[in-house]
């Protein structure tokens, strides 16, 4: 069975390096990786099907990581989301943890956190 993924991230550089981190972690596996680069799109793309995992920028413009949040809590979508941020900042984490993202790492992540994170969701 594929690994499916969604990249949500309004910079195509970022979508690039988050998929060639990913895909040099999970080597081997047989990956799916889907790309947003608005929210918008991603709603839909997660109202339609449960990925294995979601990566989410916060900083997006019209729709911000953190409303996108809000609207899958809204509309009971559940996916387990990774929040990948260059501006770390703690109370930025506990509100994306509070609005039930699963995680939240610096971006550009490191091997070892992102490792964690995908063994704590069960795709490592
Ligand atoms: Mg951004």
Known sequence: MAITILCIDDSKV???????????????????????????DALELCSRKRYDLVTLDLT????????????LRERSITQSIVVLTADI???????????????????????????TMLKQIGIL
Do not use: C, H
């Open 14 to 40: 970022s979508r690039t390096f988050i998929k060639r981190g990913l895909s040099d972690i999970l080597q081997g596996a047989d990956l799916q990786i889907e790309e947003a680069s608005n929210a918008r």
């Open 60 to 71: 997006m413009p019209d729709m911000s990581g953190y409303e996108f949040l809000e609207e």
């Open 89 to 115: 900042q703690p109370l930025a984490e506990q509100k994306v943890m509070e609005l039930g993202a699963t995680g939240y790492l610096e971006k550009p992540f490191d091997k070892e956190p992102m490792m």
